[in-house]
């Protein structure tokens, strides 16, 4: 199954789930039934990677429900230097 776009002159655009390639240039507005035209992009697919959906899923999740850390990741802390010629060097 995939999910197809179409819009409503008067509604705007609604998804419709249809099996793949049996979706057609028009369809009804479940709204006001007028005619409403395909909008040809890309169709969103039922079946993803499961890769993808479980890192789409944690991306939705963390809006609400962010995962505790103890520092920011991929931060680390800045270099000191042993050498005691570098504390002579100009500050900027
Ligand atoms: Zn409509």
Not at 81 to 90: E, I, K
Request: with cysteine; hydrophobic share 30%.
């Amino acid at each position: 199954m995939a999910t197809f776009e179409y819009r409503c002159q008067q509604d705007g655009n609604f998804d419709v789930t249809l099996p793949v390639g049996t979706a057609g240039p028009s369809t009804s507005c479940p709204r006001c039934g007028s005619p409403a035209a395909r909008v040809f992009s890309a169709p969103r697919l039922a079946r993803m990677p499961a890769t993808l959906r479980a890192a789409m899923d944690r991306t939705e999740r963390s809006a609400e429900q962010p995962e505790v850390v103890g520092r920011v990741p991929g931060r680390r802390p800045p270099r000191r230097s042993t050498n005691p010629a570098h504390a002579r060097l100009p500050r900027w």
